[in-house]
Nanobody, 122 residues
């Protein structure tokens, strides 16, 4: 199986910045998509940003121009640089990998981390 662990969350004032990182372990064969989702209290989980194997990216309209998703290395494959943070960005942020593994060779499935809390407040 694949295990994901997010890090980098915390308390930050409006206008501040945070960098989230996702560490991956397990029998990953091929990663097809990597992304970040978030879930605020009382709301459904939503896509924040994703990056495909060929480097294409897309972002939620609410974070365009403020957040940047990027690939890193095999152990921490996806990063999310967040700047100009707003109180409405407060949520639990989850790392997502769509990948094949030695246990599930096909089709790719979604793997999730346990989440990291981001709180934007003065």
């Amino acid at each position: 199986q694949v295990n994901l662990v997010e890090s980098g969350g915390g308390l930050v004032q409006p206008g501040g910045s945070l960098r989230l990182s996702c560490a991956a372990s397990g029998s990953i064969l091929t990663i097809y998509n990597m992304g970040w989702f978030r879930q605020a209290p009382g709301k459904e989980r939503e896509l924040v940003a994703e990056i495909t194997r060929d480097g294409g990216t897309r972002y939620a309209d609410s974070v365009k121009g403020r957040f940047t998703i990027s690939r890193d290395n095999a152990k921490a494959p996806v990063l999310l640089q967040m700047s100009s943070l707003k109180p409405e960005d407060t949520a639990v942020y989850y790392c997502n990998l769509r990948a094949t593994s030695r246990q599930t060779t096909w089709p790719p499935i979604d793997y999730w981390g346990q989440g990291t809390q981001v709180t934007v407040s003065s």
